[in-house]
């Protein structure tokens, strides 16, 4: 049990596009879901805390409106780069806390999203 | 704010012994978490230490002194698919935020 996909595995886009980037748990319902960005070399930093059914929270320095969270169902929570960049290139990874039928002192971590701004 | 401090490289051989220390600053404390990172993949959740003392799990073990704000990871009859890096992850609060160190990387030669 405890299964969080991603999708897509690797993106690749122009500068100024707009991607998606979809986390789902498979086998259980998500309480709340945590996206992370990671840069070569260096550790996970959260991006923003998504409940479903609220608006997500946003650590300092991540700007909202650039990186839009929806947290639709307790199983499916999108994140998406508006007006990509160089920049924005990095390893976007998810993680989802389950609710009641398993622990909840663990995070589960979804297999990542590359994306390539070119 | 927070302040996580753990080796940025290790190297040991098979079938050695390696332990990766973590030292932490938070402004609070509601567990600490280890997970293992091959390169490219997502991490996976390897322990989880709440009370002082030793968590064993197989060849893993874990142990945590909060009064020092200190943890290492155990890794024991190393195989060449330990090489990877190893995250310790602090939880402050309630709300099941993690803040990450910067990983420590585990080499292991034949």
């Known amino acids: 049990g405890a299964v969080v996909s991603q999708h897509p595995s690797w993106v690749i886009c122009k500068s100024g596009t707009s991607v998606k980037i979809e986390c789902r748990s498979l086998d259980f319902q998500a309480t709340t879901m945590f996206w992370y960005r990671q840069f070569p070399k260096q550790s996970l930093m959260l991006m923003a805390t998504s409940n479903e059914g609220s608006k997500a929270t946003y650590e300092q320095g991540v700007e909202k409106d650039k990186f839009l969270i929806n947290h639709a169902s307790l199983t499916l929570s999108t994140l998406t780069v508006t007006s990509a960049h160089p920049e924005d290139s990095s390893f976007y990874i998810c993680?989802?806390?389950?609710?009641?039928?398993?622990?909840?002192?663990?995070?589960?971590f979804g297999p990542g999203t590359r994306l390539t701004v070119l | 704010g927070q302040n996580i401090d753990q080796p940025t490289e290790m190297t040991a051989t098979e079938g050695a012994i390696v332990q990766i220390n973590c030292t932490y600053q938070?402004?609070?404390?509601?567990?600490l978490f280890w997970y293992q990172q091959h390169a490219g993949e997502a991490p996976t959740f390897l322990s989880y230490n709440v009370l002082d003392g030793l968590e064993e799990k197989g060849r893993f073990s874990s142990f945590l002194s909060r009064s020092k704000g200190y943890s290492y990871l155990l890794l024991k009859e190393l195989q060449m698919k330990d090489s990877a890096s190893y995250l310790c992850?602090?939880?402050?609060?309630?709300?099941?935020?993690?803040?990450f160190g910067a990983g420590t990387t585990v080499t292991v030669r034949a």
């Open positions: 993680s989802a806390r389950p609710g009641t039928s398993l622990s909840t002192d663990t995070q589960y």
């Open positions: 938070t402004s609070g404390f509601n567990g």
């Open positions: 992850a602090v939880r402050e609060r309630s709300d099941y935020k993690l803040s």
